[in-house]
């Protein structure tokens, strides 16, 4: 029924946002019922919508344990990090031969958002940035690779959240996305690919280093 479907996009959403913030820790056990009564849902659709975050490799399910959050570790990092890079890279050289006129304003206004964000308010930052990275992946128009971006990128939203102390580039994405945005806008797929990839290979560093 529509109203299933609705209730589990709810649920997957807003527990998706508990792991990808660290509100649920990895590592940590969850319980269904617990978790239901705190989203204040139905048990039927916080299940479903577990079963979707195992897909997304943010849940596990084993015998003993039951379910959990997955953990973070080094060797998820650089596996990741050689995944976002080829992607994102392709992504925006793509986005240079394809995006349309409409792609051009959103990553504009994305970008002038983000110049217009303190420099000390990180987390905002870091959403713009998201947003800023789905609208070049929108702007490559091919569906498959931003749905593999967006759950990649879900993976990498925890290791920002355990480095938030730490990290302090966040600020210079506004250069990076500025001139991203001009090669995309001439048509130039080498130079936004090489501006994608070092902006991503940038983020990568940082988290190892603080990691």
Known sequence: ???????????????????????????????????????????????????????DNLVVITPRHGLYVSDVNAPDLEQLSELRLS???LSARLAAQRATEDDIVILEALRQEQAGTPADDRRRLFDIDHKFHQAVARAAHNKYMADSLERL??????????????LGFLPTAVEQHLDLVQAIKNGDGDEAERIM??????FYAQVREVL
């Open 1 to 55: 029924m529509e109203w299933e479907r609705v209730d589990t996009k709810r649920a997957y959403e807003q527990i998706r946002e508990r792991i990808t913030t660290l509100e649920l820790e990895p590592g940590s056990v969850i319980n269904e019922q617990l978790l239901a009564e705190e989203l204040e849902m139905g048990l039927a659709p916080v299940r479903e919508a577990l079963k979707l975050l195992v897909h």
């Open 87 to 89: 992607l994102e890279g």
């Open 153 to 166: 990128f879900g993976l990498s939203q925890r290791l920002w959240y355990l480095a938030l102390p730490e």
């Open 197 to 202: 990839r070092a902006h991503v290979g940038e």
